[in-house]
């Protein structure tokens, strides 16, 4: 059995418009390469990380679609209680579209 890789299951998401789309998480020790994991899949120049242990909200107005194919979300806090999801992207029980408020 072959499994396919991420790259091949989870990137192509990205090569047309939706109105939603598959985060992937990234759960683990600190430490341990998830955010170089990450910036693998696009390259550092084309990577936005954006550190979220001081915020609830991510701050995209540095997010620019003609330089970043990748987002990264560091330290972000857990749904679940008290602690951080380093390199995680966080539960979304609603899609919203980048810029816009899942409440609107």
Known sequence: MVIPTIKEQWLPQYSHMQ????????DGEARSGKRVFAEHFAGRERTLTLNMSATKHPDLSSFQRQ???VIVFLRVPRAD???LHEGAAGPMTTCAMLGQSATQ
Not at 19 to 26: A, G, Q, S
Request: proline share 7%; charged share 15%; aromatic share 8%.
């Open 67 to 69: 330089q970043h194919d």
């Open 81 to 83: 209680g008290p602690g």
């Open 19 to 26: 109105t939603c789309f598959k985060l992937l998480v990234l």
